[in-house]
T-cell receptor
Framework: AQKVTQAQTEISVVEKEDVTLDCVYETRDTTYYLFWYKQPPSGELVFLIRRNSFDEQNEISGRYSWNFQKSTSSFNFTITASQVVDSAVYFC????????????FGAGTQVVVTP | DTAVSQTPKYLVTQMGNDKSIKCEQN?????MYWYKQDSKKFLKIMFSYNNKELIINETVPNRFSPKSPDKAHLNLHINSLELGDSAVYFCASSTGTGGSQPQHFGDGTRLSIL
């Protein structure tokens, strides 16, 4: 199976620090999509971003930014000037080529932001 | 105006019982999914339906039976509940059957088996 690996289990930061979440994926494909989701303590899963393999530009949305590096098969996520509300589990995911409809999730990274 | 709604939010029941979880989406999507999240937060797909047709059926015990009466609804029925079924079950929906579109998730149903 083409895995999605989030090696960091938990990251703890103090408010206003930056935090970067790593995501490394396996692929044999030239066309693929990658996603990030957020799961706050309340439990819902919130879609954050989609990236396709053809678009190598980094993306910024407010305090969130994503760094896509095809050469290293990584799609990292940075929260700048973290806030307590950023405390959540963050998941990286991609649909495997042999079954596009299903999302294969990484194990998730728990981010804890303390005041 | 909730996009993907699941009921109930919490379900506490005894081993051996049969229970159902309902899911409805008002996004106009044609594909719906069920995922299971275990106690370690690991998310795994169970089923997917496109326009009421089953398109993904992972290795799930046949005690789990999805039903899609129309493309806006996907229910999950579980027979003879076991302790290992305790988990959070998420419904999701998307446009199309491919992996290019984001899936939008409901708030989850926390199932606890006593």
């Amino acid at each position: 199976a083409q895995k999605v690996t989030q090696a960091q289990t938990e990251i703890s930061v103090v408010e206003k620090e930056d935090v970067t979440l790593d995501c490394v994926y396996e692929t044999r494909d030239t066309t693929y999509y990658l996603f990030w989701y957020k799961q706050p303590p309340s439990g819902e899963l919130v879609f954050l971003i989609r990236r396709n393999s053809f678009d190598e530009q980094n993306e910024i949305s407010g305090r969130y930014s994503w760094n896509f590096q095809k050469s290293t098969s990584s799609f990292n996520f940075t929260i700048t000037a973290s806030q307590v509300v950023d405390s959540a589990v963050y998941f990286c995911a991609r649909p495997p080529t042999d079954s596009w409809g299903k999302l294969q999730f990484g194990a998730g990274t728990q981010v804890v932001v303390t005041p | 105006d909730t996009a993907v709604s699941q009921t109930p939010k919490y379900l506490v029941t005894q081993m051996g019982n049969d229970k159902s979880i309902k899911c409805e989406q008002n996004l106009g999507h044609d594909t719906m999914y069920w995922y299971k999240q275990d106690s370690k937060k690991f998310l795994k797909i169970m089923f997917s339906y496109n326009n009421k047709e089953l398109i993904i059926n992972e290795t799930v015990p046949n005690r789990f039976s999805p039903k899609s009466p129309d493309k806006a609804h996907l229910n999950l029925h579980i027979n003879s509940l076991e302790l290992g079924d305790s988990a959070v079950y998420f419904c999701a929906s998307s446009t199309g059957t491919g992996g290019s579109q984001p899936q939008h998730f409901g708030d989850g149903t926390r199932l606890s088996i006593l």
